[in-house]
T-cell receptor, first 114, second 115 residues
Framework: GDSVTQMEGPVTLSEEAFLTINCTYTATGYPSLFWYVQYPGEGLQLLLKATKADDKGSNKGFEATYRKETTSFHLEKGSVQVSDSAVYFCALSDPTSGTYKYIFGTGTRLKVLA | DVKVTQSSRYLVKRTGEKVFLECVQDMDHENMFWYRQDPGLGLRLIYFSYDVKMKEKGDIPEGYSVSREKKERFSLILESASTNQTSMYLC??????????????FGSGTRLTVV
């Protein structure tokens, strides 16, 4: 079945450092891919998405490119801030599965130090 | 903006109690979902619903049931709460059609502790 694998955290960075959080997926069809962010004590918020190969999603300085050849959707940010400290979830939705269920990764906690 | 509201942020219940978690969305979404979130396990789907009075089991339905009497409300029921149901519970909604690419909207979560 479909699955999402994320790098384990926690990831600890200094402010203004470069961020990469790896995400790879397996899917039988042509999924849409998402990154969600969860700030402390809150629910998940959609950060960015990409719906087809080579699409780049971007929001708030974060970017991720849908790479079909490597089945990856790595999250990057050029210069992190303390306010980016959160848990990040990679997810996919495969419409060919016949449902609208999303498959989530286990989440990667990011801690940014001032 | 779509809003998904979960009635309680924190709940403490006793083992064996019947527990109701309520979720309401205000954007006429057809799809609603209940997940639980546990450290190291990510989000696991408990139940979901595509329409009023319709429900389907997710990946971990045991010990839970749901009710969807109105389109905007989706309730999760723990028939007899147990300590292994201590968790963060997240409700989400989404629209139908080609909208799987739109993403879910999540509520703020209910942190349930069963003692």
């Amino acid at each position: 079945g479909d699955s999402v694998t994320q790098m384990e955290g926690p990831v600890t960075l200094s402010e203004e450092a470069f961020l990469t959080i790896n995400c790879t997926y397996t899917a039988t069809g042509y999924p849409s891919l998402f990154w969600y962010v969860q700030y402390p004590g809150e629910g998940l918020q959609l950060l960015l998405k990409a719906t087809k190969a080579d699409d780049k999603g971007s929001n708030k300085g974060f970017e991720a490119t849908y790479r079909k050849e490597t089945t990856s959707f790595h999250l990057e940010k050029g210069s992190v801030q303390v306010s980016d400290s959160a848990v990040y979830f990679c997810a996919l939705s495969d419409p060919t599965s016949g449902t609208y269920k999303y498959i989530f990764g286990t989440g990667t906690r990011l801690k940014v130090l001032a | 903006d779509v809003k998904v509201t979960q009635s309680s942020r924190y709940l403490v219940k006793r083992t064996g109690e019947k527990v109701f978690l309520e979720c309401v969305q205000d954007m006429d979404h057809e799809n609603m979902f209940w997940y639980r979130q546990d450290p190291g396990l990510g989000l696991r789907l408990i139940y979901f619903s595509y329409d009023v009075k319709m429900k389907e089991k997710g990946d971990i339905p045991e010990g839970y049931s749901v009710s969807r009497e109105k389109k905007e409300r989706f309730s999760l029921i723990l028939e007899s709460a147990s300590t292994n149901q201590t968790s963060m519970y997240l409700c989400a909604s989404s629209s139908l059609g080609d909208r799987p690419s739109y993403g879910y909207t999540f509520g703020s979560g209910t942190r349930l502790t069963v003692v």
